[in-house]
């Protein structure tokens, strides 16, 4: 058996429909772990880093906007992610979460459950999660800091780095 890592984003129509219960019920059927997560609002230009592998694709902007969750008002520009590991996790998660298309998912999918084409024809998937080892370490390494993850997953050195600012309780 293989551990692997899988990072899974329950995008912004998926927190607007108070699906995060119920599809964290459902992926607790893989018996993996989650190693991390957080919530965050997508700022441009990780939508686009995340989605690079699409950046030609005549559809490219659309799913950009939906993960910045553009599409609903605040406080729905929301994302939860999280990194899952298991053992064999990367074919057993895509199973449970269905085709990107709703309509040509299997209805027991989460996406299937609960994704959708909206009349203007864009898709809510509702969920997104690596499809395999390569885009799963890529999407981990863009979306979390090793630091914020419980276990090392990937290989990490010590480096200083200049000061920054940051944000401090007062």
């Not at 058996?1 to 129509?13: G, H, N, R």
């Not at 890529?138 to 200083?160: A, C, D, G, M």
Request: one cysteine or more; a positive charge.
């Amino acid at each position: 058996m293989k551990i692997e890592q899988v990072l899974v984003l329950i995008k912004p129509d998926g927190v607007k429909k108070s699906l995060v219960g119920n599809i964290l019920s459902r992926l607790s059927s893989l018996n993996a772990i989650i190693v991390a997560s957080k919530v965050l609002k997508v700022n441009k230009e990780l939508a686009e880093k995340h989605y690079d592998g699409i950046k030609n694709k005549p559809f490219f902007d659309e799913t950009v906007n939906s993960l910045q969750g553009n599409f609903y008002e605040e406080p729905w520009h929301r994302v939860i992610a999280f990194i899952y590991q298991g053992e064999n996790l990367i074919s057993n998660i895509r199973e449970l979460v269905g085709f990107a298309n709703p309509e040509k998912a299997n209805s027991n999918s989460i996406r299937g459950s609960y994704g959708r084409i909206t009349s203007e024809g864009i898709f809510e998937t509702v969920i997104h999660c690596s499809s395999s080892s390569y885009e799963a370490e890529r999407e981990i390494k863009l979306w979390f800091n090793p630091y914020e993850i419980v276990n090392v997953i990937y290989p990490v050195i010590k480096k200083k780095i200049k000061e920054k600012e940051e944000l401090c309780w007062l």
